[in-house]
């Protein structure tokens, strides 16, 4: 399964969009990518997920550029309640899709 | 729909013990997978179950065991517990199907467990 790495903490405050940037380079042609967001003492849960190109739903938007060797999560006006730990995930295939291999995230901490 | 449930929520054991957590998947979701998130090493895989088998697991010892109900429902088990496994354990179900599209995975609130 593909590496990921992501920054480790972000900072933002209320009412602006917010970016948060995963690279796979080892990323394989059937891989998808998926993001997950945690709050303290709660299980992941899904956000969103793509294969190339822009997904939005009504949560977030996930940038896949052609080579697919990064992603980028968009938040759009973030609020408070948006502070947790985003996770990206690549290379859950359907047949591995029950082993989840979650990097160590990204911290986002939004200010008033 | 009701979404995973997992039983207990918080447990409090000491060394040398075992312990069997349980899961209860969404309805019609067939795969089970569980997780141990600690701190220091993060979300980690220990497990999937799918049609009572096991079908992919991670790099855990042997003290880590799980099985599968026909009605889907799942436990895991940790014998000899050890300080070091005091943990959130968390389970996740997805629907799984035969095709090649990616299945959402749903985490249950986890249960804490304290090795003392």
């Known amino acids: 399964l593909a590496k990921t790495t992501q920054p480790i903490s972000m900072d933002s405050y209320e009412g602006q969009e917010v970016n948060i940037t995963c690279s796979h380079n080892?990323?394989?042609?059937?891989?998808?990518i998926t993001w997950y967001q945690q709050f303290p003492s709660q299980g992941p849960r899904f956000i969103i997920q793509?294969?190339?190109t822009k997904v939005t739903n009504e949560v977030a938007s996930l940038f896949i550029p052609a080579d697919r060797k990064s992603s980028t999560l968009s938040l759009p006006r973030v609020s408070l309640s948006d502070t947790a730990v985003y996770y990206c995930?690549?290379?859950?295939?359907?047949?591995?899709?029950?082993?989840?291999?979650f990097g160590d995230g990204t911290t986002l901490t939004v200010k008033p | 729909k009701a979404g995973v449930t997992q039983t207990p929520r918080y447990l409090i054991k000491t060394r040398g013990q075992q312990v069997t957590l349980s899961c209860s998947p969404i309805?019609?979701?067939?795969?089970v997978s569980w997780y141990q998130q600690t701190p220091g090493q993060g979300l980690q895989f220990l497990f999937e179950?799918?049609?009572?088998?096991?079908?992919n697991k991670g790099n855990f010892p042997g003290r880590f065991s799980g099985r599968q109900f026909s009605n889907s429902r799942s436990e895991m088990n940790v014998s000899t517990l050890e300080l070091g496994d005091s943990a959130l354990y968390l389970c996740?179900?997805?629907?799984?199907?035969?095709?090649?599209?990616?299945?959402?995975?749903?985490f249950g609130p986890g249960t804490r467990l304290t090795v003392l």
């Open positions: 996740a179900s997805s629907f799984r199907s035969g095709g090649s599209s990616y299945n959402e995975q749903f």
């Open positions: 793509g294969y190339k």
């Open positions: 179950y799918f049609s009572e088998t096991q079908r």
């Open positions: 309805s019609g979701h067939r795969s």
């Open positions: 080892n990323i394989a042609t059937n891989d998808y």
């Open positions: 995930l690549v290379g859950v295939q359907n047949t591995n899709a029950g082993k989840s291999t």
